[in-house]
């Protein structure tokens, strides 16, 4: 026969573990897929490191895969007992080296920025996406939305002109059926330029969506998108 001490231990045990099950399981309303441009990153003050493989080639890379919510909050770093395992995705490596090189400094083979997307952001989708389907999702979104090649096909080039936000956005939007959110940074030169481009995507990490919320972008009405 249980005595209360015992039933009450039960309980509290049992109540820890619904309440640790519901913070890995933490529902989300989309995901962000946020793509940088390697010349934008590097033309900073702050400058850029080429990762240990070499210089990226020119072209868009993934940023992240971000949950959010669609107020414009995101939950964020879900499961601490779920931490980054390279090896759980060693048949992507050469992929993400491609598309999803880490410009951080000290040079690196991109596994910690891996790390820091995983445990901030993917631990949130893991009731829809292990490890290595969150990474696989990003690397198949970036395969179908060919940045760079939409906007040169609408003349859009980094040549190191600047183009005005609308004429961006309008030719992702033309491609994807949704409008983007488009992130500005500032360049060695003060200058604003073409940073970030996010769109977004269903829970399934798998189809674009319109975007509940756009982000802040920061632009100015005429960017310049840098060379690399």
């Given amino acids: 026969m249980i005595n209360s001490n015992s039933a009450i231990l039960i309980i509290k045990l049992l109540l820890a573990q619904y309440l640790a099950i519901g913070c890995v399981s933490q529902a989300f309303d989309f995901f962000y897929f946020v793509q940088q441009w390697p010349g934008s990153y590097c033309d900073t003050k702050q400058s850029c490191c080429y990762p240990t493989t070499g210089k990226p080639k020119t072209d868009f890379s993934i940023h992240g895969l971000w949950p959010n919510y669609n107020d414009g909050s995101y939950p964020s770093n879900c499961d601490p007992d779920s931490p980054f395992d390279r090896s759980k995705i060693s048949d992507l490596i050469s992929r993400m080296q491609t598309s999803w090189p ?54 859009v080039q980094p040549d190191g002109r600047s183009y005005s936000l609308s004429s961006i956005s309008e030719a992702i939007r033309g491609a994807t059926g949704y409008a983007p959110g488009v992130e500005c940074n500032v360049g060695t030169s003060d200058n604003s330029q073409l940073y970030q481009i996010y769109v977004c995507v269903d829970t399934s990490g798998s189809n674009f969506i319109k975007c509940p919320v756009l982000p802040s972008g920061g632009c100015a009405s005429n960017v310049e998108f840098p060379s690399f």
Avoid: R
Avoid at 103 to 120: N, R, V
């Fill in 102 to 155: 880490s410009l951080a400094c000290p040079s690196s083979d991109g596994t910690g920025f891996w790390s820091h997307e995983w445990e901030k952001h993917g631990t949130c989708s893991e009731s829809v996406l292990g490890q290595h389907g969150y990474f696989e999702a990003a690397l198949n979104l970036k395969k179908n939305v060919d940045l760079l090649q939409i906007l040169e096909s609408e003349g």
